[in-house]
């Protein structure tokens, strides 16, 4: 069985990925390691960064994952400041700057990049997005962060209506997590 680990703090993130190499022969483990997140224009300058920290101090098979939440009306806010701006705002303060934009566009787009690295070996990006709408009210007692605010295109309920497995079929991370565990089955 291949053991990777998987760099996060966050507990949801990892019970997704769990349970999407639970299929595979493939045992993912949580370390929490912390890296600094660069301030950057893109996730995958994020995820990069953060994966060169890490490599310095850690010599096994690992991979870590940024996400954002990148919403039109307000001009692909809070993107790579999700994760502060949902500490600071959450939902309820994102949806309270939805309700003053005079432009009422309520589409978004969830992003993830995956940076995988194994000692020796080059450092890979996987990307996933999922693209949907923003809920005009939190809906929803499953996942975290922005989960309860969005509505996946072609859906009606939220991911935080959903269930990991089902969540997993549509969302950024599960799309990411589907082409590194590609990238393990193609070697």
Known sequence: MKTVYFVTGNKGKFLEAKKKFSEF???????????????A??????????????????????????????IDSLNGFPG??????????????????????ENKNRKACFR?????????????????????NISKKPIGKHGFGYDPIFIPDKETKTFAQ???????????RGK??????DFFKNR
């Open 25 to 39: 022969d493939i045992q993912v483990i949580q370390k929490n390691l912390g890296y600094p997140e660069v301030q």
């Open 80 to 101: 790579v400041y999700s994760a502060y701006v949902f500490y600071k705002i959450g939902c309820s303060g994102i949806l309270k700057l939805m309700d003053e934009m």
């Open 112 to 132: 993830s990049a995956i940076a995988f690295k194994e000692p020796n070996r080059n450092l890979e990006i996987f990307i996933g997005e999922t693209y949907g």
């Open 41 to 70: 224009d893109n996730l995958e300058e994020v995820a990069l960064f953060g994966a060169e920290y890490i490599q310095k101090r850690f010599n096994k098979p690992f991979f870590l994952e940024d996400a954002g939440l990148f």
């Open 176 to 181: 990411s997590l589907n082409k590194l565990i």
């Open 162 to 172: 959903m269930e990991t497995v089902e969540k997993n079929l549509f969302s950024h």
